[in-house]
């Protein structure tokens, strides 16, 4: 039991430091003045994922997950309100996070209100979460159009995909250990992204690594 907890606290002081990677990229904007071609893609999608799987937890009464994500939730909650107030593009950013906050409560609204069984509202919630976690890790991959046409991944950072490589594996061995498919599966994926973003640099090496464009989404 000992090793257990000590492997949940370690998973979950990993899983802190990912999202505190964010604060980096506001300090950039803030020094900046200014967004530029950085995405609030990422912030969002992690906002989102942070809150249907903080309910989740809660359904599920898993205290790690209510944990790592109320902090999740109220860290890139901080990032999306200094993102607004150094971007140039507000009417679009609103316009997104309305969308995106109508999906979130209407996912809350159906589990809460359409789903009598606890059980089958905590299956229908998993399977939305795992598809949203799995569209977080795959975020950096959306300048992979970029790596392959300059054959250089400075576009990518080293550190912060191979800190979500370590902690995608750590939550396929904590969701093992709950026999979580929900937790397993989107994990594992994001596991095997993590390698294919870390096999790039492989190929193609970089002398530099930046975070603040690991996060910029390109057409």
Known sequence: MEVVEVFVWVTTISTFLV?????????????????????????????????????????????????????????NFVYLMLFYYFTSKKIHFIRTIFINMTFIFSVLYYVKYQQIEIKQAASHLGKVCALLSILAYGAPLASLKVVMHTKTTECLSFPYIFMNFVVALEWVIYGRILNDIYVQLPNFLGFCLAVIQLALFCKYPSKSTSLDRTITVTA
């Open 19 to 75: 999202q505190l990677m964010g604060i980096d990229i506001c300090l950039k904007i803030y020094k900046k003045g200014s967004t530029g071609d950085i995405s609030a893609f990422p912030f969002i999608a992690n906002f989102t994922a942070a809150s249907l799987w903080l309910r989740y937890g809660i359904l599920q009464s898993l205290g790690m997950l209510i944990l790592t994500n109320t902090f999740g939730v109220l860290l």
